[in-house]
């Protein structure tokens, strides 16, 4: 893959879909180190728009975003959106929430449901417990109620 095309392409589909919302915005991007098109949409105007709900609608640009690039050039191109240092926001109040539920799991050995979350935030719980040997965590239910439990190893949910 030709990751100046790939990030181009991302970086003018993201720019037009948000055109088309009435923003102006500049789109900035790069590659990290795994080969992720990173795509930020810096803007002097109010952006709780774009990031809506819960992140409800970033998650959708960054899908229809997804879609489109992978289309175009017909391969596998991962392409992350954020805006306003959103995403790393939320990975934080993530990792909180999954350490302070691990402790509540170790205290009570009770198993503990997680409120449903996308495959982007179940991916980032599962990678901070994976470390922690007593515990293990669990996806269940389907889409949009797809949940993690957190379970002790002993109480492991089959």
Do not use: W
Not at 17 to 41: F, N, P, S, V, Y
């Amino acid at each position: 893959m030709n990751n100046e095309l790939a990030l181009n392409t991302a970086q003018t589909v993201l720019s037009d879909i948000i055109r088309l919302m009435g923003i102006t915005a500049e789109i900035e991007g790069c590659i990290d180190d795994e080969g992720q098109i990173l795509l930020d949409i810096v803007s002097e105007q109010d952006l709780a728009i774009v990031i809506g709900k819960s992140g409800n609608t970033l998650n959708a640009i960054e899908f229809i975003v997804n879609t489109i690039v992978r289309n175009k050039l017909e391969e596998f191109v991962r392409v992350v959106v954020d805006t306003c240092g959103y995403r790393e926001r939320q990975r934080g109040i993530l990792v909180s929430k999954a350490k302070s539920i691990a402790e509540m799991v170790r205290s009570s050995g009770e198993n503990i449901e997680m409120d449903p979350m996308s495959s982007r935030d179940r991916r980032i719980v599962h990678m901070v417990l994976a470390d922690e040997e007593d515990l293990v965590t669990v996806s269940m239910g389907s889409e949009p109620n797809r949940r993690i439990v957190v379970c002790l190893k002993d109480n492991e949910i089959i």
